[in-house]
């Protein structure tokens, strides 16, 4: 049996799909869709307006069973695999141009023990729905912002959330994952089985297999948060900033420190609050100290309205293209560059396309755990910095991305890595740039023993090989 590498012309003729479509369909629970069916075009249909592929197959899987299924079949007719969850990947590496896409939404139930402090998530589940679940009983896990991100993509990268800093990243509240590797076996990986696997999963991203249910420990962080927001006109911005920069070291680890800058040039600073807002409240004299901002935006929400608040600017059918450092300092210099993003003069031209840029502390727990006990990396950051873009147009493509390039170039020399979710075009590069040289080692070793043949290679690949 072949690696699922191979160039359309030489695939199985179609004649020969066709027919296996035909037996496929009375061996799933789920659906099997062809081009021109219906459902098929919303079923390829993902985050990013950019991504336009073709599969020639999609699973929509209804259980492990139907996961075990799409894997052989793609193996046993020379298709490339991608896999759906949320679709939030921005280079579209669920959808596989004449492959076979194994879309996991229809898996998308969250199950809570409150007793126990857990979660069983299957691997089709959006953020929106682990939140959901876990807040009726006043619990929580670390995950990201916007709700209508997969699980799966978000944690086997790691995840960033509001909550990490007290917590740890999503990936480090993972007790277990199940997972059909790329033979079609059903194995358990957690620090007692298969430990090699689960720390591989533990950041190394959609390399190692296909993980259809985590089990997710929670905690009790009640419902009530804080967000604090200052925004000031570009005169002010350095000032700013390099106040708000300032307070970092020494933010309680229920604080977030967030900073933006938009497209209009203001730059908006402060933090997220996770937990009671009384306690938050210390914290505003500090920011109010900033400078003379336009707006003051303070608000109480609840954990789930804190957690779905991005929903709209994080909404599907835009094009977008973004890129992203790890952080250790951030020098007045850096403070510039930001600022700047790249643009001809002290703050462009104008008229001239600057993308969004923005920053999200690290620290407290993520820094508790040793970089040795998970693939994820750079756990020492002090800031992780992201630039990027949306737009319509199709025709400004190509300045937009050349924008947020420039954007992401100004800080590359105080860069020390990258978040492997917030890779583009980057390939072989920045999988090097997110994982170190020791490291990637040990992933390749885990690539060797899970997917020796590389069947899973439409994510930031981990290649097999001499590592």
Request: proline residues 5%; glycine residues 12%; aromatic residues 6%.
């Amino acid at each position: 049996m072949t690696t699922a590498t191979m160039t359309p012309a030489s695939r199985t003729p179609t004649t020969t799909h066709a027919r296996a479509a035909s037996r496929l369909r009375g061996r799933l629970g789920g659906q099997l869709l062809l081009p021109g069916q219906a459902g098929y075009d919303a079923a390829r249909t993902v985050w990013n307006a950019m991504v336009d592929r073709r599969p020639r197959m999609i699973i929509r899987c209804a259980s492990v069973p139907d996961v075990v299924t799409a894997v052989r079949a793609a193996r046993d007719l020379d298709l490339e695999i991608g896999v759906r969850c949320g679709g939030h990947s921005a280079p579209g590496l669920a959808v596989p141009a004449d492959g076979l896409m194994i879309d996991l939404t229809p898996m998308g139930a969250a199950r809570v023990d409150p007793g126990g402090r857990r979660a069983l998530v299957q691997g089709g589940a959006l953020l929106g729905a682990l939140d959901r679940a876990a807040q009726r009983c006043g619990l929580a896990t670390t995950a990201g912002n916007v709700s209508h991100t997969g699980v799966g993509g978000l944690t086997l990268g790691g995840g960033m959330g509001w909550l990490a800093r007290q917590y740890g990243l999503a990936c480090d509240n993972v007790a277990s994952y199940q997972v059909v590797t790329a033979d079609g076996d059903v194995l358990r990986a957690s620090a007692a089985e298969h430990p090699d696997l689960f720390w591989g999963l533990r950041g190394g991203g959609g390399n190692f297999g296909i993980v259809t249910e985590f089990e997710f420990r929670l905690h009790p962080v009640g419902t009530e948060t804080l967000v604090a927001e200052y925004t000031f006109a570009p005169g002010q911005a350095a000032r700013a900033l390099r106040g708000w920069r300032d307070q970092l070291a020494a933010a309680p680890r229920q604080a977030t420190l967030t900073a933006s800058i938009g497209q209009d040039g203001l730059l908006t600073a402060g933090f997220v609050w996770a937990g009671p807002p009384a306690a938050g409240r210390r914290l505003l004299p500090a920011m109010r100290a900033l400078g003379r901002p336009v707006t003051e935006r303070v608000s109480e929400p609840s954990y789930l309205e804190l957690q779905s608040q991005d929903d709209t600017l994080g909404r599907h059918a835009l094009r977008r293209y973004a890129k992203g450092h790890y952080l250790r300092q951030f020098p007045d210099e850096a403070i510039e560059a930001f600022l700047s993003r790249g643009a001809r003069g002290a703050r462009g031209a104008r008229g001239e396309l600057l993308p969004s840029a923005g920053l999200q502390a690290y620290g407290g727990a993520i820094a508790d755990v040793a970089d040795a006990d998970s693939a994820f990396s750079h756990r020492n950051a002090l800031l992780e910095y992201g630039t990027g873009t949306r737009w319509t147009d199709p025709a400004e493509d190509q300045a937009r991305q050349a924008a947020v390039r420039r954007s992401a170039a100004a800080l590359d020399r105080f860069a020390s890595g990258v978040y492997v979710n917030a890779l583009s075009d980057e390939g072989s590069e920045g999988v090097r740039r997110a994982y170190p040289a020791a490291k990637l080692a040990r992933l390749t070793a885990v690539k060797n023993a899970y997917d020796p043949l590389n069947v899973f290679h439409l994510n930031h690949n981990i290649r097999p090989g001499r590592p």
